[in-house]
């Protein structure tokens, strides 16, 4: 297992990633349409800044790739603040597929962003998760993630925390990659 950024080389291990978070229903990749290799490109810009949706800061893009090189679960960062960011969708979001869930992927990519992401500007990163995902939520309060509220976003309870940085990723990766 390794994480990579995202890159047009992953354009073909892509798209079974993207259709199975698609058919899963996935808020991200709901908004995507039906086209991985679009989505994969509007990754490749959003992370350049460029063509950002009202609200939006730049936005980076990891892959956890297997040793069958298939991505099985991928993690963003958000580049800056805006009240978008800071209220609804958070700083930080992962997601690992189905069959590769209760394995610790999870943890490990979001303890990617603590020990190598951009740190925050005012301290802490805020990321949000769906309350009715209980493995995201233990996930993240396993990497120590802090509860600031719990809010209704039209017909979804989601729990939004607090995380902050991380030690160096060498002492962090031993033993879980």
């Known amino acids: 297992m390794h994480i990579e950024a995202a890159d047009p ?26 086209d991985p290799d679009a989505w994969l490109a509007q990754l490749l810009r959003h992370a350049a800044g460029q063509d950002l949706p009202e609200g939006w800061v730049p936005c980076r893009t990891w892959f956890l ?3 069958q090189s298939e991505i099985i679960g991928a993690v963003r ?8 960011i800071v209220e ?3 700083h930080i979001a992962f997601e690992v ?4 869930r209760g394995h610790g992927y999870g943890r490990v990519l979001l303890q990617y962003v603590q020990t190598l ?24 309060e396993a990497c ?8 209704e976003l039209g017909d979804r309870t989601l729990r939004r925390y607090s995380l902050t940085a ?3 990723w060498d002492d962090m990766a031993a033993g879980l990659i």
């Open 9 to 34: 080389k992953h354009q073909s291990v892509y798209r079974p990633f993207f259709l199975a978070c698609h058919e899963e229903g996935l808020e991200y990749y709901r908004r995507a349409g039906d």
């Open 65 to 67: 790739i297997n040793g």
């Open 77 to 84: 960062q958000r580049l800056g603040d805006s009240a978008l």
């Open 88 to 90: 609804r969708i958070g």
């Open 97 to 100: 597929l189905p069959a590769w």
């Open 117 to 140: 992401g951009e740190k925050p500007a005012h301290g802490n990163w805020v990321l949000v998760c769906p309350a009715d995902r209980p493995a995201a939520v233990r996930t993240v």
């Open 144 to 151: 120590g993630g802090q509860l600031l509220a719990t809010m």
């Open 166 to 168: 991380l030690a160096a």
